[in-house]
Nanobody, 114 residues
Framework: QVQLVESGGGLVQPGGSLRLTCAYSEMIFNIYTMAWYRQAPGKQRELVASISSSGRPTIGDSVKGRFTISRDNAKKTVSLQMNSLKPEDTAVYYC????????WGQGTQVTVSS
């Protein structure tokens, strides 16, 4: 059973940066597209960014130009570099496989506030 463990969240001031990391437990990782999602209080979970098995990123419009996604197939991790953070980026961030979803991890809280 695949386990996803997100880390790297925290409290940051507007304009600051954070780097999130998702650790993936299953042996086969490199064939899957991976993605980061977020869920703000009272809102539905939304797709933030994805990265294909070949490393091609797709970034959501709301974070384009500020967030980048990357993966390390050897370490079986996917990362989300978040720059120029805004209060509206506050949410719990999760990773998953968008084409073959698995159970959600616990997520990592990102709070952007002065």
């Amino acid at each position: 059973q695949v386990q996803l463990v997100e880390s790297g969240g925290g409290l940051v001031q507007p304009g600051g940066s954070l780097r999130l990391t998702c650790a993936y437990s299953e042996m086969i990782f490199n064939i899957y597209t991976m993605a980061w999602y977020r869920q703000a209080p009272g809102k539905q979970r939304e797709l933030v960014a994805s990265i294909s098995s070949s490393g091609r990123p797709t970034i959501g419009d709301s974070v384009k130009g500020r967030f980048t996604i990357s993966r390390d197939n050897a370490k079986k991790t996917v990362s989300l570099q978040m720059n120029s953070l805004k209060p509206e980026d506050t949410a719990v961030y999760y990773c998953n496989r968008p084409n073959v979803m698995v159970s959600w991890g616990q997520g990592t809280q990102v709070t952007v506030s002065s």
